[in-house]
């Protein structure tokens, strides 16, 4: 009996790997599994492995192919090359036997006619049968082919599919891991195409791509086929939904990040360009590609596919997952789906960090783009426009040269091997580039807009991925350590240790470090980094007659409805990432504390701030919040914490007021909050003080009645109770948390908490650099002890030695 050569999508799943390779059993099990539950998938066939054995057989290049790969020095690119070329040139010229053609083109005509038409529109994308297995991740090795109409145009497909099995870096890739040529065979997916020409698509991952946090699915897209985003053409926009929440009736979204879609894949005009790319609109780039509904849709079913594949492997699965929006009819479809491969293998115990030495000076700052993983490379730039021999051979790229260009595509893999790092002008956090360099284990830096005009070849740079979401290149070659730490070899504490996270683009990362929450979280590093704007110059500009202010605040506005929709939901989304990392332990928010002086540095803060001798004790916390000048603002603050809580879900969210000086201050901010949305004890929202005034400590029965729990400001706490400014080098010798007055405005304050029954924590540095002053902590019996990550391990220890 003749083996099957065409098999319909709904008919393999996963026990058929072998005969339909990774991503058309992928397909199948989905179809067949998970469409009750509602998640669309194309329909289609696979052309089986046994298609391409036949083919292989018949054609006889078995022999020429090996003799080939033989010739190939995989030190020199340009052996590797020719090799390539001349493989896939024999396989694309070589003909299609009649059978096998004749089946493929019955299933087709079929397809066709279950969509009501003669000739369908299809993706045909091979499928190797060691794709997406978990040891190795062969996606983007081989070739994918959209808007196919037509048997001929099918055929043409299908045999340029086999020919994409020796691409170079499909070459190279089997040789990296081992992999014979012949011992991989490929299938064939050909799928109804989803008009995303007309809508969007993009990919979409169950986890984290860059610290492994398990519990959000993150969504890149952008306007028409999906290509622009995985080559990293566009930079697109990007969604981030927290799982947790999701089944509870909130709307998770803890992130919405706009991205520059100025192009799109769409349709060719002609059988012989089957896709063009074109410019889009001005006011659809400023439109984020999926609204709300459609967000939370496409996480829904991303987080359905991961626990079906989860279930049945037994083990945690995350996913990798292509989507598309049909644009005639606005329905989303999932059109590929893979497991992850680097995170999903990871021992999150082993934690290895990175640090650039500083010596006292500031390098220079060149350029900025997304930081992808958490490491740091220097080498000298290598810009390469193009592979083409004519412009730039392989052999000019030397090993450890960092690799600065336009985009990278999978062609350009044996050349990122020799890689240091790599910087790109193009591409968002799941384009190519981050793929390959995440899953080579090098730092790379995308999207930084012009890398390629402001590096210069053979210059020394610095790559530094380890500073948080922005990835930063320096100028010269700078010294850098490597700190490795196994987390299992901690010793137990009793006493709570809570992180102080300023940064929501690092919250994730710190979430393998040993903690119990965060213990302050301050709103200034938000609003000083992600809006940039002063709360009322957002509110007012329109009133002040500054064309240049309004403009710059309109390309900020870019997605938003409004200026205090904008405000809102970006200070949301900053909370809420952090919020979201630490869940559902505690996060204490700090509501601004932005001085005078501090304020004024912000777009439009010249209009709103009077002139202080001494902004330090002057017109900030709690003293704004009920002020007249300062309410409406206070109220988008507000505003953002309720959507935190109440839209997302994340009720682990404490708010804390900062410099309050006195009872009826404390009063008169309850009652404002009251009257924007935030009573205390409502929807279990607890409300801390910063104690960091010698009022808090003297009043602190009086103030404990109206709070949850203190917080203790060591750093101002230690500048009002010894009367000195601790931004003046003339007085900075006195400047000492372990002074006798301040321990013992601490004990106070513990003692009287305790008595009160409210939480007491302290947020300073005090702990972290000084183990006597953590003993003497320990010893009073405090809560909690919150530092800043990179003090987690000192602080453990110190905290470990106090409890002996």
């Known amino acids: 009996m003749r083996e099957s050569i065409v098999l319909p999508l709904e008919a393999v799943g996963m026990d058929a790997i072998a005969l339909v390779g990774g991503k058309s059993a992928s397909l199948g099990e989905m179809i067949a599994n998970l469409s009750k539950a509602g998640v669309a998938v194309p329909s289609g066939f696979a052309i089986t492995t046994n298609a391409y054995y036949e083919f292989m057989k018949q054609s006889g290049l078995e022999q020429f192919i090996a003799e080939q790969v033989a010739t190939v020095d995989f030190n020199d690119i340009v052996t590797l090359r020719r090799a390539g070329q001349k493989i896939r040139q024999a396989i694309s010229s070589t003909r299609f036997p009649h059978e096998l053609s004749q089946e493929i083109i019955a299933a087709y005509y079929a397809l066709s006619q279950q969509y009501g038409q003669d000739q369908t529109d299809v993706a045909v994308r091979s499928s190797a049968t060691a794709e997406d297995l978990p040891d190795a991740s062969f996606a983007g090795q081989q070739e994918t082919f959209l808007n196919v109409r037509g048997p001929a145009a099918l055929i043409d497909a299908v045999r340029n599919c086999f020919a994409s099995l020796f691409t170079d870096r499909a070459i190279s890739y089997r040789r990296n891991f081992g992999y014979d040529d012949f011992s991989i065979g490929l299938s064939v997916c050909v799928q109804k195409m989803v008009r995303a020409d007309l809508g969007a698509s993009g990919v979409a991952f169950s986890l984290d791509t860059e610290s492994g946090f398990k519990d959000v699915v993150v969504i890149n897209g952008s306007w028409g086929l999906g290509e622009m985003v995985v080559q990293g053409a566009v930079s697109p926009d990007e969604f981030i939904v927290f799982k947790p929440c999701m089944q509870e009736g909130y709307t998770p979204i803890i992130e919405k990040k706009m991205g520059v879609k100025d192009k799109k894949m769409v349709y060719g005009e002609s059988s012989d360009q089957r896709t063009r790319i074109i410019p889009v609109e001005k006011k659809q780039q400023h439109h984020f590609c999926l609204d709300d509904q459609q967000i939370m849709q496409l996480a829904t079913w991303v987080r359905c596919i991961e626990d079906y594949y989860s279930e049945k492997k037994g083990r945690w699965c995350p996913m990798d997952i292509e989507w598309a929006v049909d644009g005639l009819t606005n329905e989303l479809y999932i059109v590929q789906a893979r497991p992850e491969t680097i995170h999903s293998r990871k021992d999150h115990n082993q934690i290895s960090s990175f640090a650039i030495h500083h010596n006292g000076t500031m390098p220079k700052v060149l350029l900025k783009g997304i930081a992808v993983g958490d490491k740091i490379a220097a080498g000298k730039v290598n810009i390469l426009f193009s592979l083409d021999n004519r412009l730039i051979t392989g052999s000019e790229f030397k090993p450890g040269d960092i690799l600065v260009t336009d985009m990278t595509d999978p062609d350009w893999e044996p050349i990122m091997k020799m890689a240091s790092a790599i910087v790109t002008n193009k591409g968002g956090r799941t384009c190519h580039a981050a793929i390959v360099a995440r899953e080579m284990g090098i730092p790379a830096i995308v999207g930084c807009g012009d890398a390629t005009e402001r590096l210069n070849a053979g210059q020394e740079i610095t790559v530094s991925c380890a500073e948080g979401s922005d990835g930063i290149v320096y100028e010269d070659i700078l010294p850098f350590r490597e700190n490795h730490l196994d987390l299992s070899t901690l010793p137990a504490i009793r006493t709570p240790l809570m992180l102080n996270v300023g940064s929501p683009g690092m919250a994730f990362s710190f979430t393998h470090l040993p903690n119990k929450g965060v213990g302050l979280a301050r709103e200034e590093f938000i609003i000083n980094n992600y809006i940039k704007v002063h709360p009322l110059a957002l509110l007012k500009h329109k009133e002040l007659n500054d064309p240049e202010l309004s403009a710059q605040i309109a390309q900020l ?154 917080s203790i400001g060591s750093n101002d706490l230690t500048q009002l109770t010894l009367g000195l400014d601790r931004d003046s080098s003339l007085v900075a010798n006195i400047y000492n948390e372990r002074n006798p007055a301040v321990l013992r405005m601490i004990t106070h304050l513990i003692q009287v908490a305790k008595r009160m029954k409210v939480k007491v924590g302290i947020c300073g540095q005090g702990p972290s650099d000084f183990p006597d002053f953590t003993k003497f902590l320990v010893s009073q019996g405090i809560d909690s002890i919150s530092v800043t990550p990179d003090a987690v391990i000192k602080t453990v220890m110190a905290i470990h030695e106090a409890e002996k």
């Open 557 to 710: 506005m870019q997605g938003y409805d409004n200026e205090a929709d904008f405000f809102v939901s970006k200070l949301a989304y900053g909370i809420g990432k952090i919020a979201a990392a630490f869940y559902p332990e505690k996060v204490i928010v700090r509501f601004s504390d932005f001085k005078s002086n501090e304020y004024f540095n912000l777009l439009g803060g010249k209009y709103f701030e009077p002139t202080e001798e001494n902004p330090m004790i002057g017109w900030r916390g709690a003293s704004r919040y009920y002020s007249a000048q300062y309410k409406p603002a206070f109220e988008l603050e507000c505003k953002a914490i309720q959507k935190v809580r109440q839209t997302m879900g994340l009720k682990n969210v404490v708010v804390m007021i900062p410099f309050c000086r006195t009872i009826e201050e404390l009063q008169a901010v309850l009652a404002t909050m009251e009257s924007f949305g935030l009573r205390r004890g409502e929807h279990g929202l607890e409300v801390y003080l910063m104690a960091e005034l010698p009022s808090n400590i003297m009043m602190a029965e009086e103030f404990a009645a109206l709070i949850d729990g203190f």
